[in-house]
């Protein structure tokens, strides 16, 4: 199954609580939540939520 990352964007002007990005293909090692940008603002204010 591929893996699923929950990610929450921290912009105080976005209104995008969370979202879950699924990868179905390999990513690199290096790959991480600051390779990313916010679905709905476009910020990269991103923190990865644990669960």
């Known amino acids: ?9 921290e912009s105080a002007d976005c ?3 969370m979202f879950e990005n699924h990868y179905t293909y390999d990513v690199p ?16 204010e991103l923190s990865e939520i644990e669960v």
Do not use: I, Q, W
């Open 1 to 9: 199954m591929p893996s699923t990352m929950e990610v929450k964007c």
């Open 15 to 17: 209104e995008l609580d």
């Open 29 to 44: 090692d290096d790959h991480a939540v600051t390779d990313l940008t916010c679905p709905y603002c476009g910020g990269s």
